[in-house]
């Protein structure tokens, strides 16, 4: 993919890439600033004002964490009674 010049590189991607010496030390920051560049573009946060943005990622961030913890409990839960339902089925059986 080929990032073109367009209006939204000054707001989502201000540093331009590395040239020169500077090039080896910056590499992973130039990555990284692609990377949030990309993210800003595709999902269309670089329309919103920063602290829309800020919202945005406390309540994503709220998500993840929610759908985390009910993961374990369903995955603890999960167990729990498949294990049970193994020893109630060892003792109809045994």
Not at 30 to 42: S, T
Not at 58 to 71: D, E, H
């Amino acid at each position: 993919m080929v990032l073109s010049k367009t209006n939204t590189d000054a707001m989502c991607c201000p540093t331009p890439p590395p040239t020169g010496e500077a090039s080896k030390r910056s590499d992973w920051k130039h990555f990284a600033d692609k990377c949030i560049y990309r993210y800003n573009l595709w999902t269309g946060l670089y329309m919103l004002e920063p602290h829309e943005r800020l919202v945005f990622h406390a309540l994503m961030a709220l998500f993840v964490c929610c759908v985390c913890l009910y993961w374990g409990v369903f995955v603890r839960a999960f167990w729990v009674g498949w294990r049970d339902a193994g020893e109630e089925h060892d003792q109809t059986v045994g």
